[in-house]
């Protein structure tokens, strides 16, 4: 059987394996949001930054990637891609439903966030997402280079998410402010 992975964020544009097969998918029940402060990939314990998570939301959808792990090799794919994804404990591994654009449906394994986790950091405005996501750097490199490669990505890949949309332009903003 194979095992599948849903990429909504930095998984769509650098998964760091070669799928054995990519579909764009929906998962229902969750959405794609920037609540989870980030200590290691795109922030420090000093400056956190912030990295996308899927959050428990009933009515919400999450449109992103589903991308197939290759038999050769799946048990060293799977080991590195929860060293990453799971650094802290904030994201839950979890066997999730995605509807495959396709039409196929298929099991697969997404990293969702933990609401009780410390790190879990949901509801903050727009604006202060972006004063964070501005400022910080990780071991992975500054924070926007993340949001924005995940925003360029979804845009070429026809999947609309205006809510990253308008937080990329408003990090732009800051960055041109402080560069000006």
Same mark, same amino acid.
């Given at each position: ?48 930054? +912030?990295? %996308?998570?899927?959050? !428990?939301?009933?009515? *919400?959808?999450?449109? #992103? ?5 290759? =038999? ?51 509801? +903050?405005? %727009?604006?202060?997402? !972006?004063?964070?996501? *501005?400022?910080?750097? #990780? ?5 926007? =280079? ?35």
């Amino acid at each position: 059987m194979a095992t599948w992975v849903f990429g909504y964020g930095s998984l769509i544009w650098n998964p760091e394996f070669d799928p054995a097969d990519r579909c764009i998918a929906t998962l229902k029940g969750y959405h794609r949001s920037f609540c989870m402060s980030s200590i290691h990939h795109r922030g420090s314990v000093e400056v956190p930054g +912030l990295v %996308l998570a899927l959050d !428990a939301a009933p009515q *919400a959808e999450c449109r #992103g990637v589903a991308l197939q792990i290759p =038999d050769a090799g799946e048990a060293a794919i799977l080991e590195r891609l929860r060293e990453r994804e799971l650094v802290s404990s904030a994201y839950v591994e979890q066997t999730v439903t995605l509807a495959l654009d396709d039409g196929r449906e298929v099991q697969a394994l997404a990293y969702v966030i933990d609401p009780d986790h410390v790190q879990y950091c949901a509801h +903050l405005t %727009l604006e202060d997402q !972006a004063r964070i996501i *501005a400022g910080a750097t #990780g071991g992975k490199g500054p924070n926007r =280079d993340y949001l924005w490669q995940t925003a360029d990505h979804l845009a070429q890949l026809g999947i609309a998410d205006d809510e990253l949309t308008q937080l990329s332009s408003l990090v732009r903003e800051i960055v041109d402010n402080r560069l000006a």
